[in-house]
């Protein structure tokens, strides 16, 4: 035990030293180990907690991100289906199916059009 305590580090060197002194052996109400003691305090631990916050923090910005690139993909697959549409409409013999695909390809780029100018414009 005494080559153990001789390579503590010195925060965990009173922290074990208090413990020592609670008798754990022949103490149930002894603490479980030296890192429980209230001397012992985790080198490190704000540099951790203040990296944890900025990794939260890149977290939610990559969520906010990922979704804004969500909406453009959707967005260029409707801009395909309307180039789709129309462009199927010219197979059709009767007039009142092209017109219709034609319009339900216009309804569609109108749409497209009001979500494309609420939607952030991509980093150059």
Do not use: C
Not at 12 to 41: C, H, I, L
Not at 77 to 97: D, Q
Not at 99 to 108: C, D, E, P, S
């Amino acid at each position: 035990m005494r080559l153990a305590e001789h390579r503590f580090r010195t925060v965990f060197a009173v922290a074990f030293d208090a413990w020592r002194a609670t008798k754990p052996e022949s103490n149930p109400n002894a603490p479980k180990g030296p890192t429980y003691m209230p001397q012992y305090k985790e080198p490190g631990l704000a540099q951790a907690r203040a990296l944890d916050r900025k990794a939260d923090e890149a977290f939610a910005e990559g969520e906010h991100s990922g979704a804004t690139a969500d909406k453009y993909i959707r967005l260029t697959v409707v801009l395909a289906t309307i180039l789709f549409l129309v462009g199927i409409s010219t197979h059709f013999p009767l007039r009142g199916v092209r017109y219709g695909l034609i319009g339900v390809g216009a309804a569609l780029l109108v749409l497209s059009v009001a979500q494309l100018t609420t939607l952030p414009i991509p980093p150059r």
